[in-house]
């Protein structure tokens, strides 16, 4: 028997099928996707549908389940992916997020753990933060405030640990720790494969991606509201370049001055906290300050880099000399 772990879905529905026919699996072979398999892609009604439906098959809560769940309590409120696939589930999204709210925070089996987003070190896997274990910005929080290395680096478990969440490696291959730590995001739904691991044998295997999916789903999804005072800012696929080439030239700029931070005397000695502190000094404010921060974070994609800039506009005060 084998089991197939699968990375972010969101939504990719195609994509789900493909990797699913390429694995080869056997009637009864488990299915287990990490979290994540809403929002973003075209057919986040029809992953759900599978998901719900389909015999031997598992989902995780991964932070966008989590953030539907919670802003059923008003805890939080949706970001435009959740909206869209709000708007994508119709009538059956009150049942959708129902469903969502039962979705487990880990899974063991006998050769590996499986969490969406991070595991904190020495906290055994019942008394873990949801926030960590799903990988939310709290989550991202704590981590960074109480480690002054990536948790996967300090996991010292004897099995196996299984993500998402996040492409590590920002290609389109897995992401392998020491044997110890396997990541499953590759990015799908922005154009690159979506992956998955054979258990017991840890087989990577993938498929590829239609294209940047998110980008088409937000420019047939985000209209102008009516009565709306906020403007809704459409973006081409020649903005969403240049956004890249701004989102290069800022991890660039980050790299080069998390190097003169460190090099500075007494800079390795203090906390994260303070760590971070003089970053943002250093970074100043603004809408540049926001995309550093992010890119620091290793958080600074095409999504938050339109959600920071709002206006493709923006992207002419910013490209190319203004952005170092």
Request: net charge neutral.
């Amino acid at each position: 028997m084998q089991t197939l772990i699968i990375g972010d879905i969101h939504g990719c529905y195609v994509e789900l099928q493909a990797l699913l026919e390429k694995a080869s699996l056997s009637d009864g072979d488990p299915i287990i996707a990490v979290g994540d398999i809403v929002d973003r892609g075209p057919e986040t009604p029809q992953v759900l549908d599978f998901f719900q439906q389909m015999p031997n098959v598992r989902a995780l809560m991964g932070n966008h389940e989590r953030k539907h769940v919670r802003a059923t309590r008003h805890e939080v409120k949706l970001s435009i992916s959740q909206q869209i696939s709000r708007q994508q589930l119709g009538e059956s999204y009150a049942d959708a997020v129902a469903w969502m709210g039962t979705l487990p925070l880990f899974i063991e089996l006998e050769d590996a753990v499986i969490v969406h987003g991070y595991l904190e070190p020495g906290i055994p896997l019942s008394q873990q933060n949801p926030s960590v274990v799903c990988g939310t910005m709290g989550g991202d929080k704590i981590l960074r405030e109480r480690y002054d290395r990536p948790w996967y680096e300090l996991y010292a478990g004897d099995k196996a640990v299984i993500v998402g969440h996040n492409n590590y490696t920002k290609t389109d291959q897995p992401f392998v720790y020491k044997d110890k730590v396997f990541g499953l995001d590759t990015d799908c739904v922005h154009g690159k494969p979506l992956t998955g691991l054979l258990l017991p044998a840890f087989h990577f295997v993938s498929v590829p991606s239609r294209g940047n999916l998110w980008a088409q789903v937000r420019r047939t999804y985000q209209r102008p509201r009516a009565n709306s005072q906020r403007p809704v800012f459409s973006w081409s696929e020649q903005d969403d370049q240049a956004l890249l080439l701004l989102i290069e030239k800022v991890k660039q700029v980050n790299k080069d001055l998390l190097m003169r931070l460190q090099s500075t005397p007494g800079f390795s000695e203090l906390t994260p906290r303070a760590q971070a502190k003089l970053y943002a000094a250093e970074a100043g404010k603004g809408k540049r300050a926001n995309l550093l921060q992010l890119a620091r974070l290793g958080k600074l994609d095409l999504e938050l880099g339109r959600k920071i800039l709002k206006d493709p506009k923006e992207l002419q005060k910013l490209l190319p000399a203004n952005v170092e």
